[in-house]
């Protein structure tokens, strides 16, 4: 158990480090690495070991983790001598395109499109800690699910159909892109009458704040091509706007 945890909190960080040739197969070694030790005790075996899983790797990075799960279990049955000849590059290899399809359709196309249109809907009632919900909603949902089936993939060894039967991907992406779209339709029918506070306390023509945005706009441009972090542009702009509606300018 205590193996696992461990694996969990790296898998935390497979794409952390990205190899062009190998992909993911650098953060998925990392996660790996503590059970490895483990079992082989022995620095040849145990280099043998992290070689295989140097080799090419790429899938979902959320779904990684039942693959984990299961390259954990295939490994100590191995090293206990109870399926010696194991074929875990096949379990891997097999399952790294289906699993990759399908978490890219559900966690990319149905569950942060939902967590999205939700936090954009408390927005319209005027929530404004909306974009903090949306970060709630989406990290819980992911995180626990990426715990729960690096457990199930130890369990099951990597059955893919028995993941299938018991989490229902599709069936609950269809479930949220329902709610999603219905949302939708809900923030389209308020939008007429909804108006946001967040206005200048002097009104300005309409030209001017266009004028006014293409300038900030040009000089982010320039700010960029001299080799300015997007991440710090964009908080620095986030405090400033924070700031001047803070102190009633906006």
Known sequence: ?????????????????????RMQSLGFSYAIEPVLKKLYPDPGEYESRMRLHLEYFNTQPYLASFILGA????EQDRAQGKNPVADIRNIKTSLMAPLGALGDSYFWGALRPFAAITATALLFTG??????FFLILFNFWHIRLRASVLFWGYV?????????????????AKLFKVLSLSLVG??????????????PLVPLPGLFLAFAGMLLMLLFI??????????KLMLGLV????????????
């Not at 320039?222 to 991440?231: A, I, T």
């Open 127 to 132: 929530w404004w800690w909306a974009p903090l």
């Open 222 to 231: 320039v700010l960029l091509r001299k080799g300015g972090s997007p991440v």
């Open 71 to 74: 390259t954990v279990r295939l």
């Open 156 to 172: 099951n060894s990597g059955d893919p159909v028995d993941l299938m039967d018991r989490y229902r991907f599709t069936k609950m």
């Open 186 to 199: 809900g923030i389209a029918a308020i939008l007429p009458a909804w108006s946001t506070t967040f206005r």
């Open 239 to 250: 405090i400033v706007c924070l700031g001047l509606a803070f102190l009633g300018v906006v």
């Open 1 to 21: 158990m205590r193996d696992l945890i461990r694996v969990f909190w790296r898998s935390l960080l497979i794409q952390a480090s990205w190899s062009f040739e």
